[in-house]
């Protein structure tokens, strides 16, 4: 049985995944097999990482990621109207279609049997064998608190969510999809098809638009019977932390951060824009959270490339100037 750890990723993200690889690396090992899902053809960069490092493989499969662009296809027509939404905005077909491209680790084709998938904008701080572990004994699990807010998962001003999944499920295995471990084949091709004739029967109305990939990926799981075990309500309470960067109290100590003494097992840089970390990189001194761990990994074989920044870090969203708050009084554009 082969275990390894997925990301999803192009040039865009370059930074952001250098330092995820050099996380890996330190904290499940060098020997920890990684397979970078390709998210467009923007991968040079990528491809060149990759090459340098004997653990980690490309997954850059047209055919493969295709099956999962037509069933993600498929799912949004069923929707009354997610797709004119998103023409309306410039958009041709799905939003953010190749973020789907994660489906793939699921396939029967997919390298590895178990799996934790992991975005690029997160770090590995511990071992992950507490979610590896778990999959001993659960087919889907995750390590997240993303069940106390189903808004950014699901439609809940659908009178259907309610019909369609029990309470307690709702209130309990939701999940951000950022993070969160599972097994080659979970998903039959049979069950992909009665999810889509559900969705097409009216359910689709749950779904929520503005995270396509993270909303479907709950239904699905939901629908499907799979339960959903979260190590942020099942773990001993001694042992659980947070993960998320909008957290500010976890505290830095030898490339980890702890949660009131507990280290983190993973950081997600989530809401995060991928320009930020570019920016950082290139030495603009700019007040990302955590941003030490983060330059610590993103330069931990390359130290002499790593920015020295002084002085006060500028805001990464600064407050406008009092011309600009006048300009946007008066409904000006500038």
């Not at 952001?16 to 996380?23: F, H, M, P, R």
């Not at 493969?64 to 009354?80: G, I």
């Not at 770090?123 to 995750?142: E, G, Q």
């Amino acid at each position: 049985m082969t275990d390894g750890i997925y990301t999803l990723a192009n040039d865009v993200v370059y930074d952001q995944l250098v330092a995820l690889l050099n996380s890996i690396e330190v904290n499940a090992g060098a020997a920890m097999p990684v397979c970078v899902i390709a998210y467009d053809h923007q991968l040079d960069r990528v491809r060149a990482e990759v090459a340098r490092r004997d653990n980690v493989t490309l997954l850059d499969d047209p055919e493969l990621f295709a099956r999962w662009e037509d069933f993600s296809m498929q799912v949004w027509k069923t929707h009354a109207n997610a797709l004119q939404r998103w023409q309306q905005q410039g958009i041709e077909g799905v939003y953010r279609l190749s973020c789907n491209h994660r489906y793939a680790a699921f396939d029967p084709a997919a390298p590895f049997d178990r799996f934790i998938y992991l975005d690029a904008d997160t770090l590995l701080l511990s071992s992950p064998a507490v979610i590896f572990d778990s999959l001993d004994r659960h087919d889907f699990v995750v390590y997240d608190f993303q069940y106390k807010d189903p808004s950014h998962i699901f439609n809940i001003n659908s009178s259907r969510l309610v019909e369609v999944f029990p309470k307690q499920r709702l209130e309990s295995e939701i999940f951000c999809s950022g993070c969160y471990a599972s097994k080659r084949g979970l998903f039959a091709q049979e069950q992909l098809d009665w999810i889509v004739d559900r969705l097409a029967e009216g359910e689709s109305e749950v779904l929520y638009l503005n995270a396509p990939n993270q909303s479907v990926l709950n239904y699905m799981t939901l629908r499907a019977g799979i339960p959903v075990h979260n190590l942020a309500i099942h773990l001993p309470e001694d042992q659980r932390t947070g993960n998320a960067v909008t957290s500010t109290h976890f505290e830095m100590n030898h490339q980890t951060l702890y949660d009131h003494g507990k280290p983190l097992t993973y950081l997600h840089y989530i809401g995060l824009s991928s320009k930020l970390f570019r920016r950082l990189c290139a030495g603009e001194n700019l007040a990302i959270p955590y941003r030490d761990i983060f330059l610590d990994y993103r330069f931990l074989h390359e130290p002499e490339q790593r920015p020295v920044l002084s002085g006060k870090p500028n805001p990464i969203h600064p407050k406008p100037s009092l011309t600009q708050r006048m300009m946007r009084k008066l409904g000006i554009s500038g």
